[in-house]
């Protein structure tokens, strides 16, 4: 228990100095999260604030959240030391690399939503809407937005995590996984419609690296049995 509850309160103290020190950039910080919708409107666009408080929470939020990804990887590294010494040999071979491999897909998931997502989309809305109507969202409800398009594709990116620890666990073969292609395909689909605008483009962009994604799993799942085998015998 003091083993944990050091490693918590380093987690917490990292958090909270990377916010401290990027809490007098929190305008800039979230202008730059903006900037794929400030882009995309029409000449004089802009956000608005509806509530009293929004220019000054909205801001300290987004923040928090660069702060949060910025610690991740320390975050992260303390979850491992604290977790290493009750694991064999073979399992923390496995698990140090899924952990690091997990962060960077995530990691790599909001950012192909923020560099490539977020412009089709916003582009695709601002050039939708009814003649007459003014496109200006709240800075509030932007941030909702943001925050489900990074978690979906972030969650979508860490696919070939998941795959790999569901055939290393011994749940699924590869064989049940390659079989199981179509129904994934068509569950990509579903979710791309679920998570993203009303439009074809958004959706693909979604679905597509969830298909791409599952067969890198299938891939890497497949090398790992393959070496563990030859292991084996």
Do not use: C
């Amino acid at each position: 228990m003091i083993e944990l509850r050091d490693r918590l309160l380093r987690i917490i103290i990292g958090t909270v100095l990377i916010t401290v020190v990027l809490f007098p950039f929190a305008n800039e910080i979230y202008q730059f999260l903006a900037s794929p919708l400030l882009n995309s409107l029409p000449l004089g666009g802009q956000m608005i604030a509806t509530d009293v408080t929004t220019p000054f929470f909205v801001p300290m939020k987004v923040v928090l959240l660069a702060a949060f990804m910025i610690s991740l990887p320390h975050t992260l590294y303390q979850i491992w030391a604290f977790v290493a010494p009750g694991l064999y040999a073979h399992e923390r071979r496995l698990i140090g690399p899924l952990v690091f491999a997990s962060t960077l897909l995530f990691l790599l998931g909001m950012a192909f939503a923020y560099y490539l997502v977020f412009p089709v989309v916003f582009g695709f809305i601002a050039h939708t809407a009814p003649e007459g109507v003014a496109v200006m969202t709240d800075i509030g409800k932007y941030l909702d937005f943001a925050m489900t398009l990074f978690i979906a594709f972030g969650l979508a990116f860490e696919v070939p995590v998941a795959v790999i620890l569901l055939v290393s666990a011994g749940v699924v073969n590869v064989a049940t996984l390659r079989g199981a292609r179509s129904y994934v395909i068509v569950g990509a689909f579903v979710i791309g419609a679920i998570f993203t605008p009303p439009d074809v483009i958004s959706q693909v962009m979604l679905a597509v690296p969830l298909w791409v994604l599952y067969e890198t799993g299938i891939l890497v799942a497949s090398l790992l049995q393959r070496r563990n085998q030859q292991q084996l015998h």
